[in-house]
């Protein structure tokens, strides 16, 4: 990651890399308290761009393995997220989000997402009081107004939505190629604003959509038995818990599980924990056993244990602390 440097700008943060592992991934993205985790073992293979500024940001991700991301959306702006015309649907929030599809976050907002393999994601946030300030440019009503009303997903004008991708990919590209020569890129607040004014055109043009009462009913339920899982990992949190406190039966949770995340409960959990422990491992200080670390998470037969662990993340546990 580096940094450009000015006396008379802001500063404005260019970061671009490739990573092997959610952890490193979700250690450098800036903007977003985010948490990733594979949703199976295998190769992330991911990338990452990024351009932040005072009050703006611009981003591009794409990861090859499916996933499971829950977090909260950018602190004081209004976020907005559109697909590669190539990436697959996606489970976002409980709906389906296609390369057609622009997803909105007001600021600070709880979300979870199941990402396919190849997922491939442009995103961006500007305060509310941009996006009004280039409505007044471009003569036009307030978009934040339409905002309020809006649901958190709106049909792409797909003549604006290509515009609005280039002018990213390249908003990304030329902060990296700055920022790699130590540079100042002194026009970066013509193209912030040549963004937000294409994405206000957006905003204006597109059409809310909605979710179905049976698509709320069942997303409200898988989430909450998402909640219920991060709750009692630690605990051995069991399948018939995790049933009967988010209200299905238990081959209702199985059926709905498969539907969004493409894995059974009892998969998805164990990924889950060996994932964390994986995390404790890394930050294992000092002489802690890793017997004691992998018991916190309900591993006890130490053996079977490493198996599993290795067949994970093709290393031993003993390996992941040295």
């Known amino acids: 990651m580096r940094k450009d440097d000015t006396d008379n700008e802001p500063e404005l943060i260019a970061i671009a890399g490739q990573f092997a592992e959610f952890d490193e991934f ?31 940001s611009l981003g591009k991700a794409r ?34 989000f296609t390369p057609d599809i622009l997803a909105m976050f007001a ?3 709880e979300f979870r997402s199941i990402s396919p393999p190849g997922f491939d994601v442009y ?34 004008h797909q003549g604006l939505a290509g515009v609005l991708r280039h002018l990213i990919n390249v908003s990304l590209n030329t902060a ?8 100042t890129w002194a026009t970066s607040d013509d193209m912030r604003d040549e963004i937000v004014e294409n994405l206000v055109l957006q905003l204006a043009a597109g059409s809310p959509l909605l979710l179905t009462p049976s698509q709320s009913v069942r997303s409200r339920a898988v989430n909450r038995a998402l909640e219920i899982i991060e709750a009692g990992l630690e605990n051995g949190v069991s399948i018939r818990e ?4 988010s209200g299905m039966g238990r081959r209702t949770l199985e059926y709905a599980f498969r539907d969004r995340l493409g894995v059974s409960p009892k998969a998805f959990i164990n990924t889950q924990r060996m994932i964390l ?7 294992r200080a000092g002489d802690i056993p890793i017997a004691d670390i992998a018991n916190r998470w309900g591993y006890w037969h130490m053996g079977q244990f490493a198996r599993d662990y290795s067949r994970q993340f093709g290393e031993l546990p003993s390996q992941t602390c040295k």
């Open 107 to 109: 600021s600070d907002t």
């Open 123 to 156: 995103t961006l946030s500007f305060t509310e009081e941009q996006l009004a300030a280039a409505s007044e440019r471009l003569g036009i009503p307030d978009v934040t107004r339409k905002l309020e009303r809006a649901d958190a997903t709106m049909q792409l």
């Open 277 to 283: 422990t994986r995390r404790d491992l890394r930050a």
């Open 26 to 56: 979700n250690e450098v993205t800036a903007g977003w308290d985010i948490d990733f985790r594979q949703l199976r073992s295998g190769n992330l293979n991911a990338t990452l761009a990024q351009v932040v500024g005072e009050s703006w």
């Open 176 to 183: 990296c190629s700055y920022a790699a020569q130590g540079s």
């Open 63 to 96: 990861f090859d393995c499916p996933a499971y991301q829950q977090g909260l959306s950018v602190p004081g702006m209004r976020t907005f997220a559109i697909l590669d015309p190539a990436a697959p649907d996606t489970d976002w929030c409980g709906r389906t």
């Open 242 to 245: 995790v049933a009967s406190q």
